[in-house]
């Protein structure tokens, strides 16, 4: 267990839904990344928080939108969803974005469009 | 931005035999390269990570070394286990050293490990 901790664990919705994903980071981190993970991509980074600042964005789509707040949770918004938006979300959380700094990672949400 | 390139997409080995997985970057100011390891419908956890000024690194039957020159790095594991059997990534990052900075990781696509009993 990382202590990392993300909800919900599956979600199924239906296209041109919207849907939002929550990760709690451990104890005492600051720095939180949200990816996507699908058979074809991998692993790709969508964007990162720090103290509740956006700090880095990859390839995150228009039609996402992420958020950290005070308490240092942070949503992941998925919205207009498509087919292809099915995957698995990870949140990961480390102390600072710092180099070198270790991500650890939630246990992701997996996401289901029909 | 940056790339990784990582190789071979399956390895197949016998329990015992060792397990070498290579990964390109392209972004030479890339100087942070962790190693995560996931179970079946787990979460990645690193295992190892090396850093731009350091060439190699062990962790008992874990090891990873790095080429700048080349831009690439290889995880080594030797002595397989079947509960090695996983998906590896590698990754790359750069940052600057500084605290407050920012840093991505960049993945490779994965390296599915079967070890065979």
């Known amino acids: 267990d990382s202590g990392v901790t993300q909800t919900p664990k599956h979600l199924i919705t239906a296209t041109g839904q919207r849907v939002t994903l929550r990760c709690s980071p451990r104890s005492g981190d600051l720095s939180v990344y949200w990816y996507q993970q699908s058979l074809d991509q991998g692993l790709q980074f969508l964007i990162q928080?720090?103290?509740?600042?956006?700090?880095a964005k990859g390839n995150i789509l228009e039609r996402f939108s992420a958020q950290q707040f005070p308490d240092l949770h942070s949503e992941l918004n998925l919205s207009s969803l498509e087919l292809g938006d099915s995957a698995l979300y990870f949140c990961a959380s480390s102390f600072s974005p710092s180099w070198g700094e270790t991500q650890y990672f939630g246990p992701g949400t997996r996401l289901l469009v029909l | 931005g940056e790339n990784v390139e990582q190789h071979p997409s399956t390895l197949s080995v016998q329990e015992g035999d060792s397990a070498v997985i290579k990964c390109t970057y392209s972004d030479s100011a890339s100087n942070y390269f962790p190693w995560y390891k996931q179970e079946l419908g787990k979460r990645p956890q690193l295992i190892i990570d090396i850093r731009s000024n350091v060439g190699e690194k062990k962790d008992q039957r874990i090891a990873v070394t790095l080429n700048k020159t080349a831009k690439h790095f290889s995880l080594h594991i030797t002595e397989t286990q079947p509960e090695d059997s996983a998906v590896y990534f590698c990754?790359?990052?750069?940052?600057?050293?500084?605290?407050?900075?920012?840093?991505?990781?960049?993945f490779g696509k994965g390296t599915l490990l079967t070890v065979n009993p």
């Open positions: 990754a790359a990052s750069i940052g600057d050293g500084s605290g407050g900075s920012n840093y991505k990781l960049t």
């Open positions: 928080y720090y103290n509740g600042e956006e700090r």
